[in-house]
């Protein structure tokens, strides 16, 4: 049964998903697979890319959202996340796409995170997600995502996108394991990531709030 409880944020039922990321995408309509809206996303819908010039991943998810809003004229949800690692002081952090490039190519940033980690001993990272949902052309909320875990080489696995082959969560399938992202059955990833623990906040808000 679809949950239907929120009607006054969603003009015509509808929730556009303000992001150009295939990976993404994908999970976050698999985590809105419950939810009564018609959802639509910035790629299928030739939305501009916003230039996410916010220093947080909260600005950049407000960003994101307010200008899809903006000229969508619908509710629109963005996701601000990455991969930060504490021995280089955060990095890449809010910069997690750009250091992939252009042409987003993430083994390339993943080589990068390899070489600048050589002579570290210190492997511990989080991945975060902060969502925006934005309304009413003005109305927005936020909604903050971390999951605690530890970077590791060589990359592991092909299940997943982005950082998933480098990045060890701690909470795995098994007590003992240590597999990546990338290894990790997607779903299982999908209902304990960073971005599920943001979710969770977005649809206790918007079934709480109508
Ligand atoms: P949009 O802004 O269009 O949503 P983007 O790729 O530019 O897409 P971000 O600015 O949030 O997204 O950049 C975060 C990068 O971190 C992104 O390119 C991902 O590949 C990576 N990333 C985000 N979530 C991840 C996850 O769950 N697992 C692995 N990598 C992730």
């Given at each position: 049964?679809?949950h239907k409880?929120?009607l006054?944020k969603?003009?015509e039922?509808k929730?556009?998903?303000?992001?150009?990321n295939s990976?993404?995408?994908?999970?976050i309509?698999?985590?809105l697979?419950?939810?009564?809206?018609?959802?639509?996303?910035?790629i299928e819908?030739?939305?501009?890319?916003?230039?996410?010039?916010?220093?947080s991943?909260e600005?950049?998810?407000?960003i994101?959202?307010s200008?899809?809003?903006l000229i969508?004229?619908?509710a629109?949800?963005?996701?601000?996340?990455?991969?930060?690692i504490?021995a280089?002081?955060?990095?890449?952090?809010?910069y997690s796409?750009?250091w992939?490039g252009k042409?987003?190519n993430?083994?390339?940033a993943?080589?990068?995170?390899?070489?600048?980690m050589?002579n570290k001993?210190?492997y511990?990272?989080?991945m975060?997600c902060?969502?925006c949902?934005?309304?009413?052309?003005k109305d927005?909320?936020v909604f903050?995502g971390e999951?605690?875990?530890k970077?590791?080489?060589?990359?592991r696995?092909n299940k997943?996108?982005?950082y998933d082959p480098?990045?060890i969560p701690?909470t795995?399938?098994?007590?003992?394991q240590?597999?990546?992202?990338?290894?990790?059955d997607?779903?299982?990833k999908?209902?304990?990531s960073?971005?599920?623990?943001?979710?969770?906040?977005f649809?206790?808000?918007i079934?709480k709030?109508g």
């Amino acid at each position: 049964m679809k949950h239907k409880n929120f009607l006054n944020k969603f003009k015509e039922n509808k929730l556009i998903v303000a992001t150009h990321n295939s990976g993404k995408l994908s999970e976050i309509k698999n985590l809105l697979k419950n939810v009564d809206l018609d959802i639509y996303s910035s790629i299928e819908m030739n939305l501009p890319i916003p230039k996410e010039i916010g220093s947080s991943f909260e600005e950049n998810a407000y960003i994101k959202s307010s200008e899809t809003t903006l000229i969508s004229g619908f509710a629109s949800l963005s996701d601000d996340s990455g991969l930060i690692i504490n021995a280089l002081d955060g990095s890449p952090g809010i910069y997690s796409a750009d250091w992939s490039g252009k042409n987003r190519n993430f083994s390339d940033a993943i080589k990068k995170i390899e070489y600048l980690m050589k002579n570290k001993t210190d492997y511990k990272a989080s991945m975060v997600c902060v969502l925006c949902l934005s309304w009413n052309k003005k109305d927005f909320e936020v909604f903050r995502g971390e999951m605690p875990g530890k970077i590791k080489f060589p990359p592991r696995g092909n299940k997943g996108f982005g950082y998933d082959p480098i990045f060890i969560p701690d909470t795995q399938p098994f007590i003992n394991q240590s597999l990546t992202y990338g290894e990790i059955d997607p779903s299982f990833k999908n209902n304990n990531s960073h971005r599920n623990i943001a979710f969770k906040k977005f649809l206790k808000s918007i079934f709480k709030n109508g």
